[in-house]
Every structure is written in C-alpha cells, then in structure tokens.
Nanobody
C-alpha cells in the first residue's frame, strides 16, 4: 500500500502561481510513475501531468508551458508548479501514483481556485 498526502492548494488570482506537493509513504519501493490529475466543477477527472522515475514528463496540452512537474525520488515526493493560472484551472487536484504492479493510488485531493 502507498499513502499519499497533498498540500499547497488555495485561492489565487488569475496570472498567479501555486506549488502543490505530494509525499508518498508506505510501500514506496513499488512506486513507478507519479503525477497529478484534476477534477473541475461538474466535469470528469482529467490528467494534468505525469513523471517517470527517470524524469520523463507528459502534460495535457492546456497546461504546457504553464505547469511544471518534478519529483524527488529520495524523498518520495512529487511537485506541481502552477504558473500563469487561469480560471479554467480551478479544480480539485489529485496526486496519483502507479506502482510497479500496476496498482493506482490516489491522494485525498487539494482545492485550487483561480478567481479575482
């Protein structure tokens, strides 16, 4: 089992920045890909960004150039830097981990609200 604890959400004005963090504990030796999903109000959960153990990244088109995912393998932590935020980025952001045995793990979610 892998436990994920997120932090860093909040309210920010358009054009502002936030940094999300997610710390993993438990069966950390089984962690493979780490990433972030989000669920906007009234919509389905969607992929935001992923990062492999060797640092290969993948982003949804709407956040490319504005969001940056990174990870610290030594601390079993994944980060998401959100810059140039737009109202459309408002959502609950979920940390996600895929284990080497292809099990999905999810954090509890953190709210990001972009509003003036």
């Amino acid at each position: 089992q892998v436990q994920l604890v997120e932090s860093g959400g909040g309210l920010v004005q358009p054009g502002g920045s936030l940094r999300l963090s997610c710390a993993a504990s438990g069966s950390i030796f089984s962690i493979d890909v780490m990433g972030w999903y989000r669920q906007p109000p009234g919509k389905q959960r969607e992929l935001v960004a992923t990062i492999t153990t060797v640092g290969r990244t993948n982003y949804r088109d709407s956040v490319k150039g504005r969001f940056t995912i990174s990870r610290d393998n030594g601390k079993n932590t994944v980060f998401l830097q959100l810059d140039s935020l737009e109202p459309e980025d408002t959502a609950v952001y979920y940390c996600w981990v895929l284990s080497t045995t292809l099990v999905n793990y999810w954090g509890q979610g953190t709210q990001v609200t972009v509003s003036s």
